[in-house]
């Protein structure tokens, strides 16, 4: 139903016959919507008497506020924030109780520039090229718990993390399109290629409670460092206001 509501939406948009035309010096305020994302996944695992149910649920939204100026009237250059907050929360249950519980939130914030080029600057369908660059810090917790052993060897796990010094860069490489919605309001449509690269510092404290008394009996904390790269397929929307001269 859902996917039927935007094809239709997107129908209707693209229904509209508004034209624009491009000058050196107007204005183009925007945001793109990389993606957004969000799921929540159940399952059932029974291993002879004893079912286990897993409940897992975790999003993420990449935002990409943008401003930027025509130094031609075709060609835009200008500068992008970065917003992307992210979340996941997985637990596990066995006859009614929770045996394990793992929770992260993150939250990447940069900003960079980008430059548009568009193949004509007059028209309703405005296909463009674009190339940007943006990089940023990293904020990450996590949080969890694991009850294990059976009595009298029973215990309790619990743990708490948090990152420090973490950044990232990302560089893309996008084409796509903008319906022009009204003389001054576009639609962007595009894909294109991304690559990522992160790095990051945690901190840990796990806490160990033998017999589940209530009594820590046990504490070790220890630090990771990390370094990921990514290549990928980007495909996202955008809106643009465009503006002219102040």
Same mark, same amino acid.
């Given at each position: 139903?859902?996917?039927?509501?935007?094809?239709?939406?997107?129908?209707?948009?693209?229904?509209?016959?508004?034209?624009?035309? !491009?000058?050196?010096?107007?204005?183009?305020?925007?945001?793109?919507?990389?993606?957004?994302?969000?799921?929540?996944?159940?399952?059932?695992?029974? *291993?002879?008497?004893?079912?286990?149910?897993?409940?897992?649920? #975790?999003?993420?939204?990449?935002?990409? $506020?943008?401003?930027?100026?025509?130094? /031609?009237?075709?060609? *835009?250059?200008?500068?992008?924030?970065?917003?992307?907050?992210?979340? &996941?929360?997985?637990?596990?249950?066995?006859?009614? #109780?929770?045996?394990?519980?793992?929770?992260?939130?993150?939250?990447?914030?940069?900003?960079?520039? !980008?430059?548009?080029?568009?193949?004509? #600057?007059?028209?309703? !369908?405005?296909?463009?090229? &674009?190339?940007?660059?943006?990089?940023?810090?990293?904020?990450?917790?996590?949080?969890?718990?694991?009850?294990?052993?059976?009595? $009298?060897?029973?215990? =309790?796990?619990?743990? +708490?993390? @948090?990152?420090?010094?973490?950044?990232? *860069?990302?560089?893309?490489?996008?084409?796509?399109?903008? =319906?022009?919605?009204? @003389?001054?309001?576009?639609?962007?449509?595009?894909?294109?290629?991304?690559?990522?690269?992160?790095? #990051?510092?945690?901190? +840990? /404290?796990?806490?160990?409670?033998?017999?589940?008394?209530?009594?820590?009996?046990? @504490?070790?904390?220890? @630090?990771?460092?990390?370094?990921?790269?990514?290549?990928?397929?980007?495909?996202?929307?955008?809106?643009?206001? !465009?503006?002219?001269?102040?």
């Amino acid at each position: 139903m859902r996917t039927t509501t935007s094809i239709c939406l997107l129908l209707f948009l693209f229904s509209f016959h508004a034209h624009a035309q !491009f000058k050196k010096g107007d204005r183009m305020v925007g945001a793109s919507i990389a993606s957004i994302f969000y799921n929540n996944t159940t399952g059932d695992v029974t *291993v002879g008497s004893v079912t286990t149910h897993s409940l897992n649920k #975790n999003y993420s939204i990449s935002i990409g $506020p943008m401003y930027g100026w025509f130094i /031609t009237n075709k060609t *835009v250059v200008g500068g992008t924030l970065n917003i992307n907050p992210t979340g &996941q929360t997985v637990s596990y249950e066995s006859n009614g #109780n929770t045996y394990q519980k793992d929770k992260t939130s993150g939250l990447n914030l940069g900003a960079g520039a !980008f430059a548009r080029s568009y193949f004509s #600057n007059d028209g309703s !369908f405005l296909p463009f090229g &674009q190339f940007a660059i943006n990089g940023g810090v990293i904020q990450q917790k996590t949080s969890g718990f694991y009850y294990g052993g059976t009595a $009298p060897s029973n215990y =309790k796990l619990t743990y +708490k993390g @948090e990152s420090s010094s973490g950044s990232f *860069v990302n560089i893309s490489a996008l084409a796509g399109v903008t =319906k022009m919605l009204s @003389e001054s309001v576009g639609l962007d449509i595009y894909v294109g290629y991304n690559y990522s690269s992160t790095k #990051n510092n945690f901190h +840990k /404290t796990t806490q160990y409670d033998l017999e589940v008394d209530g009594t820590i009996d046990n @504490e070790i904390k220890s @630090e990771s460092s990390s370094t990921y790269t990514n290549h990928g397929l980007l495909v996202g929307i955008g809106l643009q206001i !465009f503006l002219g001269k102040k």
